[in-house]
């Protein structure tokens, strides 16, 4: 048999002693990862699992000739490594390869499943979710709830595994989340091993740059670092980008942004502009209750790395209030693509892209041609004004603006409250105040232009009047770029002033 301990004996655990080294090479290993499992249909789904669990007996081929094993035993080997087992053979194939693995070595298997949830939130976007659930839940308990063949079992997901049903009435499952202590400075890089990287490269002037892009997660009490981001930035000689945005589906945003309510909506505005929220964080979360209950959003985007704990109070429950932030920059853009990809109906590419641009080389005649027609565009897609429009606009131009531009909506300044305020965070650019009207039903249709000359008009009079731009003058901004608008149904009025 291979010695795999060539493989540790230069690494940090090797130096932990007997304790560890004496387990080293000693257990038969059963290793799944349901990362790619990622179908539409639960037919499809249940085939690839197949496939998977026939290429784990195939990987351990010396059970084929095995004199430890009978003929049965051997002909059960065969069923599932010829990938033509049927569902209930597959919803045993753990606990079958356990025993066969136990049988010939004399010793208990050591279980791995990587990614276990990924075909779980599959079911749950694409309507198998009871199928999966329902397999997973025997797959599972065959092999890790009261099996014999079994020396110690791990699993790795996002989201928590007790309130899935799946282990129903295990009593020895052990969960470690990212509000634990317990393993936490395991799940990533740390603030000392950044550092120890970083001078094993000689790039020691580059820590800040990663921090700012890699840092801010945080398990339990530790900091830690995206690995995976941190090993492609230095394999790229150092060059920041959003690598963690390529490696897996980021579509519950987009959902989560398609069907966000009013305070779902200024919550994510709040988090794009670098700002904190405070939400109830329960851990065990389960998918159907994303959509059933807006407060698991939160909990949700927490456990799949999308959100950081800033301060935790912890509550009796085992659970916790907690002030959560987005990460880093590299999340910063997940969000930006995912908002933008779900409102494509309210924000064409091109248009985002032409007003990125405008802002970054700081040309104001571009900016303000480009924000007339995403406002036009945006405006005339929607047949009548309602909130989702509303948060809709706002979420995108917060990721438009690329924090360049702080957004606010709804807030006083002067002698009243505006509509949307884009306030520079560069005092080059020029702040920006939009004021929105609505027309009211039974306009009649030769009255429908001049009503909207005139309404946007009084929006454009109103910016001036209440003094919109008051609070930014106070911060020592001085151009100003300001839009009324006026919208009935599918037409809309434009006007617009700089100062």
């Avoid at 770029?481 to 009025?493: L, M």
């Amino acid at each position: 048999q291979e010695d795999t301990s060539i493989y540790f004996k230069d690494k940090q655990i090797w130096q932990c002693g007997s304790g560890y080294t004496r387990h080293q090479g000693k257990y038969p290993v059963i290793f799944l990862t349901f990362k790619d499992v990622k179908c539409l249909t639960w037919q499809e789904t249940f085939q690839k699992i197949r496939k998977l669990i026939s290429l784990e007996f195939i990987r351990h081929s010396e059970l084929e000739e095995s004199t430890a094993l009978g003929i049965y035993e051997k002909e059960q080997y065969h069923r599932l490594a010829s990938d033509n087992a049927n569902e209930v053979d597959c919803q045993m194939g753990l606990q079958i390869l356990s025993l066969l693995l136990h049988k010939h070595y004399g010793q208990e298997c050591i279980i791995i499943i990587d990614e276990y949830d990924t075909p779980i939130q599959q079911g749950h976007h694409c309507n198998f979710y009871p199928e999966i659930v329902n397999f997973m839940r025997n797959f599972f308990s065959g092999g890790l709830k009261d099996n014999p063949h079994l020396a110690f079992g791990f699993l790795t997901g996002i989201l928590r595994v007790a309130k899935e049903s799946i282990f129903s009435g295990m009593n020895n499952l052990k969960t470690n989340s990212i509000l634990d202590d317990s393993y936490s400075e395991y799940f990533g890089f740390t603030k000392d091993e950044i550092r120890d990287i970083m001078e094993y490269y000689g790039r020691t002037d580059k820590y800040e740059e990663i921090c700012e892009w890699y840092d801010g997660y945080r398990f339990g009490d530790t900091d830690i670092f995206n690995p995976w981001s941190v090993l492609n930035y230095m394999d790229e000689d150092c060059s920041a980008k959003a690598y963690w945005q390529s490696t897996g589906d980021n579509s519950i945003i987009r959902q989560i942004v398609a069907e966000a309510d009013d305070e779902t909506a200024d919550n994510l505005r709040k988090l794009m502009q670098g700002q904190m929220v405070s939400s109830y964080v329960d851990t065990s979360v389960i998918y159907p209750e994303i959509r059933n209950n807006p407060t698991t959003i939160y909990s949700f985007l927490l456990s799949a790395g999308y959100l950081k704990v800033v301060k935790k109070d912890e509550l009796h429950d085992g659970n916790a209030i907690c002030d959560i932030a987005i990460p880093n920059k590299e999340i910063f853009y997940v969000y930006e693509k995912e908002i933008l990809s779900a409102l494509t109906n309210v924000i064409s590419q091109s248009t985002a892209i032409a007003i990125q641009q405008a802002i970054i080389k700081q040309d104001v005649p571009k900016l303000q041609d480009n924000l007339q027609k995403l406002l036009l565009n945006s405006i005339s897609s929607f047949d009548y004004a309602h909130e989702n429009f509303y948060h809709g606009l706002i979420l995108g131009i917060c990721a438009i603006m690329n924090n360049l531009y702080r957004v606010d909506s709804n807030r006083e300044s002067g002698h009243g409250r505006y509509d949307i305020q884009l306030r520079p965070y560069d005092k080059k650019m020029p702040g920006i105040i939009i004021e929105l009207k609505v027309l009211k039903d039974g306009v009649a249709e030769s009255r429908i232009d001049s009503e909207l000359e005139a309404s946007a008009k009084e929006a454009l009079a109103q910016i001036e009047r209440q003094q919109y731009v008051t609070a930014m003058k106070q911060q020592g901004i001085t151009h100003f770029f300001k839009v009324g608008v006026s919208f009935y149904k599918k037409h809309v009025k434009l006007l617009s002033d700089t100062e």
